[in-house]
């Protein structure tokens, strides 16, 4: 099985980047894994922790933008110049190889068709020739939401071809002394909202900080973590805020969780998103999780997140001060959210959707 991987490269990989690694890892811990080797373009470098693959990569010889623009427009070259014989590919994210064996394509969200007015014009472009491959050359196109499945069957591509793969996360829960000493590290708050994404316009930080600004509270921080990504702008809204407001960038993954697990609250308003990693990782954690009601995000909190509105900041609002200002409230959904992660988003289940796919594919 040849799997692609070049999004652990990316300037700022984001969350297509984790879910894949997460899938390689949930395959790799079956008790009899499937032959895979990762595909990328070729590198001087292996990707910066924590993006470095599991399982052995093979580079073809061109670098990212040539591999792309062969792929897309000439369906050149194939991976098995890099690879070998391969039974199947599996391309986990929107950039589509060549059918040169059966292929299954994930299509993680069409954010694009929804807000296009969040992603650049080459963006668009390189997203539309995605699409397009993806509805005539893949054999199965995985998705890990059914709110992405829903969105896959407007764009055109068959149902009979789809199948619905929920991500998971690591479920381990971060002692609360180790999460005190990182809270402390970092100099936070006692008591603080906490945001995890890459700032960009569909994950909705200007929502989330007009709410808080309506909000007006000293007592607790509101916390930002992760990478600018593209048309973040948020220096002014933040340089004017007179609400306590930290931004942290990019941090390590242990001290993402850390920070997740003694959060007050954990907030993820996207305006979409095709599954929403971070509120299933704040859920494992036993963080109440305020997210968006539509998306796939209320698919993963289910009932044991407080769903709102993200275009409304005055419903983010209402929901950040109902759970800070009820701390039993807060505690019972944290329990009732990390219930439901190891149940419904296990490894197992990933991996067996995968499996599932692959044993498909090779017929």
């Known amino acids: ?19 894949a690694l997460g899938c390689v890892d949930a395959l790799g811990r079956l008790s009899v894994p499937p032959e895979m080797v990762g595909i990328s373009a070729w590198h001087r470098n292996p990707p910066e922790e924590p993006f470095a693959p599991s399982i ?12 792309y623009w062969g792929w897309h427009k000439l369906r050149r070259p194939s991976v098995q110049r890099a690879a070998g014989r391969v039974d199947a590919i599996h391309a986990t994210g929107m950039a589509v190889p060549p059918r040169t064996a059966p292929l299954a394509v994930t299509v993680n969200d069409l954010a694009f068709l929804r807000h296009p007015d969040h992603f650049t014009p ?22 890990p939401s059914q709110h992405t499945a829903d969105d896959c069957v407007k764009a055109g ?7 619905i793969v929920p991500y998971w996360t690591d479920d381990r829960l971060v002692p609360i002394q180790e999460a005190e000493e990182v809270r402390q590290r970092f100099g936070l708050a006692e008591r603080f909202v906490l945001w995890v994404g890459t700032a960009e316009p569909r994950k909705n930080l200007n929502g989330l900080l007009e709410a808080w600004r309506v909000l007006g509270r000293t007592a607790e921080e509101l916390v930002l973590v992760g990478p600018a990504g593209w048309k973040s702008n948020l220096g002014g809204a933040l340089a004017s805020s007179k609400q306590p407001i930290r931004r942290l ?115």
């Open 56 to 67: 052995e990569m093979a580079a073809l010889r061109l670098p990212r933008s040539g591999l």
């Open 249 to 363: 960038g990019f941090v390590a993954e242990a001290d993402k969780r850390a920070l997740m697990r003694v959060a007050t609250v954990v907030c993820y308003p996207s305006l979409t998103e095709g599954f929403g990693l971070p509120v299933l990782e704040a859920m494992v954690q036993g963080a109440p999780v305020v997210t968006s009601a539509s998306g796939a995000t209320a698919e993963v909190a289910g009932s044991t997140g407080v769903l709102v509105d993200p275009t409304r900041p005055m419903k983010i609002a209402d929901a950040l001060a109902g759970l800070l200002d009820d701390p039993d409230a807060a505690t019972r959904l944290g329990r009732q959210g990390r219930e439901r992660a190891l149940v419904e988003f296990t490894g197992e289940r990933t991996a067996g959707g995968l499996l599932g796919v692959y044993r498909e594919l090779a017929g």
């Open 122 to 143: 080459r963006g668009l472009r390189f997203f539309d020739q995605s699409l397009e491959l993806a509805r005539n050359d893949a054999d199965i196109v995985v998705c």
């Open 157 to 163: 591509i068959d149902v009979e071809r789809l199948r």
């Open 1 to 19: 099985m040849a799997i692609t991987l070049e999004q652990c490269w990316h300037r700022v990989p984001g969350g297509t980047a984790v879910a």
